[in-house]
């Protein structure tokens, strides 16, 4: 019995030691001088979607959505849409800011497996969303810290 559960303990402790610890986001420092920041998060829903989708700003690839994960860039003020791949399509799918130097804003991601579904297929359909800073503090706490630029 001591050494079936002392197996078991130890492969319970390898699994989640390959998640790695959960690092906690540097939500207070500041963008570059002259650059606008960009947080974009997404929290773990397993039963949602596991899909590890491209974050896009004006089409261009600047990260990955990881289920339960945050990230921040450092970009030239101006105007961002900010799109996420998405097999499934919606109206209002993606948010469209305008930044400006020293500003930061929060970006979440959102899915829905349902939207474009049937009987027999599910198609991941993803979104983005200006968060408030105060709500996007929160959530971050909770997301592991993927790294920023």
Known sequence: MTRGLSMTLAVVTVALS????????????PARAGAARVWVYREYEPYETLARPYVRFNGQIIGISEPGGSFYRDVQPGSYSVTVDSVGKDVYQ????????GQTTFIKVESSRDWESSLTYRRDTFYTRVISSEMAQRELGRSQFLGGG
């Open 18 to 29: 390959s998640y790695g610890p959960v690092t906690a986001a540097p939500v207070s420092d």
């Open 94 to 101: 993606f948010a469209s800011v305008s930044l400006g130097a």
